[in-house]
């Protein structure tokens, strides 16, 4: 066991009860982006019971909290705390039933599909197990909770509003996310880790009119069903089998009946890179393709472009990322194992960037361990649901200790005090 949480394991024991109780509140409240207000509530509260200084209202809803005990390096903690806008269809007794606003003024469920709950509860209750044993570390615990992470604006809302200002400078930032490894099971890389992600939305202008007389119009559904088709050879033809990349059209909207050509048709796409070339070419690639299909169509003006939202790459610190496994496989042994890069995006690594510091980002399975086995016996762990579904729901024991247990692990490798 690493014997820093091993002098702590008693104050972990101490805060378990109220960490669940803590993750099935926050589960039943779940928030969108921008609109975390309760959720941020409870943490500044909780906080501030604990003995943290706390500042509020970061970046909208952003919360963190500051610990100052005695001389010694500076570590942030982060945890995101909004929600995504789909139906929860888990069966737990404490699922969700909310329902929220959109972005777009659409009224939709809501649940915490992403494991955003669970985040805020193993930093929560790290933070206090910290402040109940401060006799055990010496330096300036940074906690901080991140409004809209799923819209990859939370960090820089946070940013913009003066975060690196406003907080001691970090000598290390870590994160963390839940997913739908065997529960237990924690798993880190040095280096790219998740991939960058844009999204974006072009808008093809074409000349509306009657479906049965088409040579009076331009057909923009005609228009960007080409485009769609042609963006797929950015990848297979433009893009290094060596390099990574993907190209998604996930929403085309246009026209509202059979017999008539519309005036507009819009497509949404989602681009994930693994390396900062690659990613200008591919968006500069879509922007060419899709002004030479207005062009070759005669459209009567250009497409027009517009950012949906945008993520940069997540690249872990070797040097942070090989202590925090060291201190991993002495609490986990063999649970505690190296991952492979996920195609997902997150907006952890700006805080980094601000800041000019090293960062590490690990993975905490949540999955039921005969859920587990039988799928790996089965052939189907692919099929687990995890992040981003409505079927996903961690095991409670032991993934909310494993959760403080790492955090736990990671802090201390910084802040641990030798004994006596």
């Known amino acids: 066991m690493n014997t820093f949480v091993k002098r702590l394991s008693t104050g972990i024991d101490k805060v378990l009860p109220a960490a669940e109780a803590l993750y099935k509140d926050l589960h039943q409240h779940p928030e969108l982006s921008h609109q975390e207000f309760r959720t941020a509530g409870v943490v500044a509260a909780q906080l501030r019971a604990a003995g943290f200084q706390v500042t509020e209202k970061i970046g909208g809803t952003g919360v963190v909290g500051v610990m100052k005990n005695g001389e010694g390096p500076t570590v942030m903690m982060r945890a995101d705390m909004d929600a995504l806008p789909i139906k929860e269809a888990t069966g737990v007794p404490y699922a969700s039933t909310c329902e929220g606003v959109s972005g777009k003024g659409d009224t939709v469920p809501v649940s915490h599909a992403c494991g955003h709950d669970m985040h805020i509860s193993w930093l929560l209750s790290s933070a206090k197990v910290l402040s109940e044993a401060r006799e055990d570390w010496r330096g300036t615990v940074v906690a901080l909770f991140q409004p809209a992470e799923e819209n990859g604006e939370g960090s820089q809302a946070m940013l913009d509003d003066g975060l690196t200002e406003r907080v001691p400078k970090p000598d290390v930032i870590l994160g963390q996310h839940l997913l739908q490894y065997r529960a237990g099971v924690v798993g880190f890389r040095a280096g790219q880790i998740l991939t960058a992600g844009d999204s974006l939305q072009v808008r093809f202008f074409g000349k509306g009119g009657h479906g049965g007389m088409p040579q009076n119009a331009v057909d923009p559904i005609v228009m960007a069903a080409a485009a769609v088709m042609r963006l797929q050879g950015i990848v297979a033809r433009e893009v290094s089998p060596q390099q990574a990349a993907v190209v998604t059209v996930g929403e085309f909207h246009a026209g509202i009946a059979e017999n008539i050509i519309p005036a507009e048709a819009i497509l949404k796409l989602n681009v994930r890179t693994t390396d900062p070339a690659v990613r200008e070419h591919v968006l500069a690639a879509i922007r060419r393709i899709c002004l030479a299909e207005a062009q070759a169509s005669n459209a009567p003006r250009e497409p027009e472009f517009q950012e949906l939202s945008n993520f940069p790459l997540t690249v872990n610190d070797a040097d942070v990322t090989r202590q925090v496994a060291e201190a991993f496989r002495g609490q986990f042994g063999e649970q505690a194992m190296e991952t492979q890069a996920l195609g997902a995006s997150e907006d952890f690594g ?23 086995d039988q799928a790996k016996q089965e052939g189907t762990v692919a099929q687990l649901p995890g992040p981003h579904s409505p079927f996903w729901a961690p095991v409670l024991d032991p993934t909310l200790r494993t959760g403080i247990e790492t955090s736990l692990a990671a802090m201390g490798i910084w802040l641990a005090k030798a004994p006596a």
């Open 350 to 372: 700006r805080f980094g960037k601000a800041w000019n510091v090293p960062y590490t980002y690990w993975f905490v399975g949540g999955c039921a361990h005969e859920k587990y």
